[in-house]
């Protein structure tokens, strides 16, 4: 099923259940819920489509992945008109979607402060003597922010090192990420981007229907992010994870994040080396002296 095939069921159920809704004036606030709770569902799959159709070449190596999720998600919205049983379902499922999205705009949000401090670090003087400036300290000490958010057993780096400004990250970036580091910092030139030039936002938040049990009831949601270039709308990287609810205390963490530059991202992604005043030549030239004087 594509995405467009996809979208065009959702329309069909949408239309569905508002005409029912009409014929049932005295339907109840819970069934109101789940609606809600399905049309998430199929955001969130509609974006899942719209993430794998813009990471340029990965779309292809992930292709087969891309659509057991649609398949999946495809499940979920079936599912999720099948629960009208339990009135109580709907009430779990409602306070799983909105605490999940109310802790991920906080991730976007910590995600973003990353970026001014970036920017702060390429702009701000150093101290002279090896140390790191402030802004370079301040970005070590912001990833505490993120820590309660995620599962420990998803951070990569130890404590000491996660906390502690380094030139090197303490991880392979190629294929690990820890979520209390930035995820995505863009450049221009040989400075970070201005902190306005994008943005991290969330895309989609839905409950995972086919981990709950008969009810619909489940404790478990996906949660994506995209970074756009404020300008053009262009999609830098996105992000994935999953979100485990505790009814008991009304809270959760994400875990499992995934993370994927795309294509205009990875162009930005790393600063440009500065070259020598004069140009490459100058430079030789100043080497090739020096040899002669020896």
Known sequence: MTGAEL???????????????????????????????????????LALVVVFGITGNSFTSQRADNERRIASLDGQVTNATAVFGDTGAAEKLTALSETAAADAKKVATAQQAFADLH?????????????????ATDIAKHRRTLAPFFDEGSYVAREKDAYTWQNITPFDEAGKIDPRFAWYVRYDGSQAAKADTYAWTVEAVTPDLDTGDKTGVTNKAT????????????????????????????????????????????????????????GAGAED?????KDEKR
């Open 223 to 278: 949660v994506v992010w995209l970074c756009r270039e404020t300008t053009s709308d262009e999609v830098l990287a996105w992000a994935k994870a999953g979100y485990a609810y505790h009814e008991t205390d009304d809270s959760g963490v994400f875990e499992d994040l995934d993370l994927v530059i795309t294509t205009a991202g990875a162009q930005h992604q790393y600063p440009s080396v500065k070259k020598p005043r004069g």
């Open 7 to 45: 979208e065009a069921r959702f329309g069909r159920w949408r239309h569905e259940r508002q005409t029912q809704r009409a014929e049932r004036a005295s339907e109840d606030t819970a069934r109101a819920r789940r609606r809600s709770v399905c049309l998430a569902t199929s955001a969130c799959a």
């Open 119 to 135: 920017r702060r670090m390429s702009v701000e003087s150093d101290p002279g003597n090896g140390a790191p400036n402030r802004a």
């Open 285 to 289: 030239r100043k080497n090739k002296q």
